[in-house]
């Protein structure tokens, strides 16, 4: 078992609604409203143990102390949260109306932002209690909220990087040849518990054609000698996640796959070598992009070249053409330039990185030259 990192505290979670609070008023908003995900978990600590019908709801406003609307059966548990301390809870009981209740902590014409995860059931029964409301989707209206990591948070993201980095280093001494995707990926989530992950959120296992396709996940196909084989992997490691891939050949590759591979590497490089304080997001997708292109194979990468990556795996800002915010030290996100010609085989390349004063660094640092398996 790995040494698990300090908590994270009261104090941290104080300042973290704080800021949103803050942040939420310089966007025009009269606050920002929460139900569980990520962001709840971000702010206030508070995980429940089932996302029910029941809503809970995190109100964070100006002129009030940060309040948590729970179901009263559900109190003990918001009370034992990490950042309870540092807001009130209240409760509502079945048989009331919770958007009754909410109602009171809102203002009737106020425009608020609502978490991305927010259940349309309750956004509808907001509404409905306070018709003349309105709502914006928080990572709409504020997309850096979570995207700058402090130290803490940057070392946790290093910690699920490492693991990965050993599941990937692990996977390549087992069998591919005559075994199905599904097998090499349940391999691939075994491992990331074995390095530490309370959850797999994904185990891409792309043999030989369905490589071509960037949301592949793992399937019946058997890989074959002379496959070439997407993996692409993460998951959550003490609360922080990993996702890294790398593109691997069963046996001897041909020379258009090695090409193929060796123009991923560099656009990934390139686009690496590219990170540093004030630079667009959509800058790291050009450099990326720069290198396929002038290699001929500009039509065949049919993604953006990045996702932020924090308390989920996939969360903006993105590294795509049109994203104009400007890289900060402690924000974190993946490279992941890739090639897919359709019906014959991908290959993608991807690390996390952050960006620090001095540049970029790499939270997945394996071998990124083709590794051969058998
Ligand atoms: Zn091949
Ligand atoms: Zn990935
Ligand atoms: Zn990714």
Redesign the pocket.
């Known amino acids: 078992m790995s040494d698990a990192p300090a908590a994270f505290t009261e104090h941290d979670h104080a300042e973290r609604m704080a800021r949103a609070t803050r942040d939420a008023v310089d966007a025009g908003l009269a606050g920002l409203l929460v139900t569980p995900g990520p962001d709840l978990t971000w702010l206030c600590g508070y995980r429940p143990t089932a996302i029910t019908e029941r809503l809970t709801l995190l109100v964070l406003t100006p002129e009030s102390e940060p309040r948590l609307l729970v179901p009263a059966l559900e109190h003990p548990d918001a009370a034992g949260a990490p950042g309870a301390g540092a807001l009130r809870l209240a409760d509502w009981r079945d048989g009331q109306d919770p958007y009754a209740v909410a109602a009171g902590m809102l203002r009737p014409h106020g425009r608020y932002g609502v978490s991305d995860s927010t259940w349309s059931l309750h956004l509808l029964g907001l509404q409905e209690a306070l018709p003349q409301t309105a709502y914006r989707a928080l990572t709409t209206v504020l997309p850096m909220l979570r995207a700058v990591k402090d130290e803490h948070e940057v070392a946790r993201l290093a910690g699920a990087g490492a693991a990965a980095d050993a599941t990937y280093e692990e996977i390549l001494s087992v069998r591919f040849a005559g075994r199905r995707e599904t097998e090499v990926a349940a391999d691939l989530a075994r491992l990331l518990r074995e390095h530490g992950h309370s959850q797999v959120d994904f185990t891409v296992v792309g043999s030989g054609p369905n490589g071509a396709n960037p949301h592949h996940e793992a399937g019946e196909r058997t890989i074959e000698r002379?496959?070439?084989v997407v993996l692409d992997f993460g998951g959550l490691r003490d609360g922080y996640g990993s996702d890294t891939t790398r593109t691997v050949?069963v046996g001897p590759?041909?020379d258009e796959?090695r090409r193929v591979h060796d123009v991923v590497r560099e656009a990934q490089q390139a686009a690496f070598e590219a990170v540093r304080p004030g630079v667009a997001c959509q800058e790291i997708d050009r450099v990326a992009r720069g290198v396929i292109d002038a290699a001929g194979y500009g039509e065949y990468f049919i993604h953006r070249t990045g996702h932020g990556i924090g308390v989920t795996t996939h969360e903006p800002p993105y590294m795509v053409e049109g994203e104009e915010l400007p890289l900060v030290p402690g924000m974190c996100f993946s490279i992941e330039p890739g090639i897919y010609l359709p019906g014959r085989?991908g290959v993608r390349i991807e690390d996390i990185v952050t960006c620090t004063e001095d540049g970029g660094r790499r939270l997945n640092d394996t071998v990124r030259e083709m590794a051969f398996v058998e």
């Open positions: 002379g496959d070439m050949h590759a041909t796959e085989f």
